[in-house]
């Protein structure tokens, strides 16, 4: 272990989301008669893209963050939008200030490294909040399928504050063919495995090498290494010849949540800072068409911030992989992905939502953003102009729900209405100081819901319409997957 030092510039705070919904292995193996296939993958639900997960991800993230960002960076190798950022749904699910940059990285998940590594570079001046999210799907039957994953993870980088600085960093990069997709295919392709472990390999141990010289440590002085690529033979071969001492490398989450590609590397970073203590050096090592090496070492503040995470009931990385649903059957899966087209319900297609509206309700469409008199305290949804209680005119001020907790009032059952994944589920929910609206249930099953039950909101996509993406907010339970919500 490496001198403790008082935080300065780097990782203020860090935040992780993984799906309700687990696709056991057993159960592709079921119906195409693979092999068994052992634990289960974590599943965006029909409802759930990269954007929406990076959202979930950023809130948890900035949910004990000092202070707002003053950019803000989204990667991911499967955007919403091409010729669109995607950023600036985030931006404005979050609730951002205008003055905050909103940008994409997208491509290949080594974009991903990159993200982070601006970050972190921009940190001495900028607080800069980076977003890492992927949603893996991998033709029927096929190795990506099984044993890759969806989620998001989210670090909020700044000057002051830091529970982990970057003392170091390595980098090797060659040209070869290992995995590619050219655009418009929804799946990727693999080139045969020996061939990419003979190259990263290699890669990995200069990136190493260079980045431990870079931070003036040694191989002894490593307390947590994390080695994360979709090359499953290169990351095995890679760790067991890393050189740290036993017990170092961190335990591998993809058997419990698959493989989660571009924010794997970021996940299992997340999972240590839950578990590290003060003064410990974390190596991250990343093997993506070449292979990144991040040296960080942990600060005094760490203990703050895992103390005020427990407090605000932020989800761990632990907890998320503990508390998944683990009964999604194969047909909803290959439904939800597309791979898998069943008669719709009788009712007329969804239409494109209209720019011009959804620009000017953009407080309450994408933040979440209700009106409070400020003449009587009466909370209205959606926001409005005039009171419905003292009938007070413009004497609003708005103010942010996305993270109040509420209770359902009542709820319908809607065997007709359009969904992927029927039946639809309205509730009337009680938020808790005041306000009362009727959303959608997400992530429940009609048959476990009550009366009096505990939820959260959760940003979501309503549906596509005509290339376009209709986002908006739905309610989900409340627990170890949502979150306490406020008031418990």
Known sequence: MVTKTASGAGIVSWGTYLPYWRLQRAAIAAVLGSGPGKGARAVASYDEDTTTLGVEAARRALATAPAAPQDFLFSTPAPGYLDKTSATVVHAALGLGRDCGAYDFCGAPRSAVGTVLMALSAAPARRTLAVVSDLRTGLAGGAEERDTGDGGVAFLCGPDGAVAELIGRGAASDEFLDRWRVPGEP??????????????????????????????????????????GLHTRAVKAVTAGL??????????????????????AGLALADVLERAVPGQVVVVLSLADGADALVLRT?????????????????????????????????????????????PPRRPDPERPGAPIVHRSEGWKYAFAASTCSACGFRHMPPTRVCLSCRAIDQMRPERLADVGGTVAT?????????????????????????RYRCELTDAAADELSIGDRVVMTFRRIYTAQGVHNYFWKARPAGPIGGSSNGE
Do not use: C
């Not at 990727?188 to 870079?214: C, I, N, Q, T």
């Not at 001492?245 to 949540?257: E, Q």
């Open 299 to 343: 600060t005094e503040a760490l203990t703050a911030a895992q103390a005020a995470r427990r407090a605000a009931a932020v989800p761990s990385v632990a907890e998320q992989v503990a508390s998944g649903r683990d009964d999604l059957s194969y047909a909803a899966f290959l439904t939800w992905r597309g791979q898998l087209h069943r008669e």
């Open 243 to 264: 050189g740290v001492a036993k017990g170092t490398v961190v335990p591998d989450l993809s058997v419990s949540v698959g493989n989660l590609g571009a924010a794997q």
């Open 187 to 228: 799946d990727s392709h693999v080139w045969e495995e020996r061939f990419g472990e003979e190259m990263y390999v290699p890669l990995a141990r200069e990136a190493f090498a260079d980045a431990l010289k870079s931070a003036g440590v040694t191989e002894n002085d490593v307390d947590h290494g994390i080695v994360a």
């Open 411 to 435: 709820f319908t059952i809607d065997h007709l209405a359009y969904s992927l994944s029927p039946p639809v589920i309205g509730v009337i929910v009680d938020f808790d100081g005041g306000g």
